[in-house]
């Protein structure tokens, strides 16, 4: 799938906000195998060819873990299942792809469909890759950084002809029962292949506790100085574990004075 040479519908809807709001973290989760690879090379490195786009993309997650990678619903211990999250500076990550309102393949494979036209496709809804595009939507539809991590929509009216903006808009505080997770309001965000892991851009790491005390991951985060924020295999299932991470992320952005 090939960019867009002219202004999405979508984005010529959200008005340029010249707001400040701090910019957030992002977060790219993987599984355990995937981030050992990572650590070792010391940039996160992806080879699998986006179905969406058709091409290698890195995605990163604005303000949440959001991302979900397919995994058994088996009972194991095997860590290379477990997810592990590299917590990014968003200013720091280097130069953007896109920037999408939501996760793109939940629009690509229908998941959406209860909040959209079924026209609509996912370039209607591409943003500039500019960092202050994520300023805009915050501020047009959820008001504030607070109410984009509740989530909460903000109390605006939208023009009537402006479908993919009224759509959005309720499908942030929508309580349908639906196939789509949080990843439908969480702001997507595509980097090159290769994005490198340096003092400067990793701000944290988000792993179970088994592999902080390894002699790979000890040396890579006490050489880097970033915290890490470690979550217990209570429950021997890797697809309960997502709740864990997002909680570890929500203690990392509190910690660290994200949310006052």
Known sequence: MSNSKMPSRFSKQVPLSNQAIDLLPVYHTCDGFD???????????T?????????????????RPAFKYAVDNDATTDLALYP??????????????????????????????????????VLDFELAPD?????????????????????????????????ESVSYSKMIESHVRTEADERRVTIELHADSVVS???????????????RGSKLYSEFIDTNGIQAQCYDIEVWNPALSFGQVSAAAKRFTLSNGYFK
Do not use: W
């Open 84 to 121: 592990v999250c590299f917590v990014m500076n968003l200013e720091k990550l280097g130069a953007l792809k896109r920037i999408f309102p939501f996760d793109t393949g939940a629009l690509f494979h229908n998941r959406l469909k209860r909040y959209f036209h079924r026209k609509n496709t």
């Open 197 to 211: 892991l340096t003092k400067a851009s990793l701000q944290a790491i988000i792993l179970p506790t088994q592999l």
């Open 131 to 163: 960092t202050s595009r994520i300023k805009d939507v915050i501020f047009h539809f959820f008001g504030d950084t607070k109410n984009y991590i509740n989530p909460t929509r903000a109390d605006r009216e939208y023009a009537v002809e402006d479908f």
């Open 47 to 63: 080879t699998d060819v986006c179905e969406v786009f058709g091409e290698t993309i890195t995605y990163f997650f604005y303000g």
């Open 35 to 45: 981030a050992r690879s990572h650590v070792e090379r010391r940039e996160i490195q």
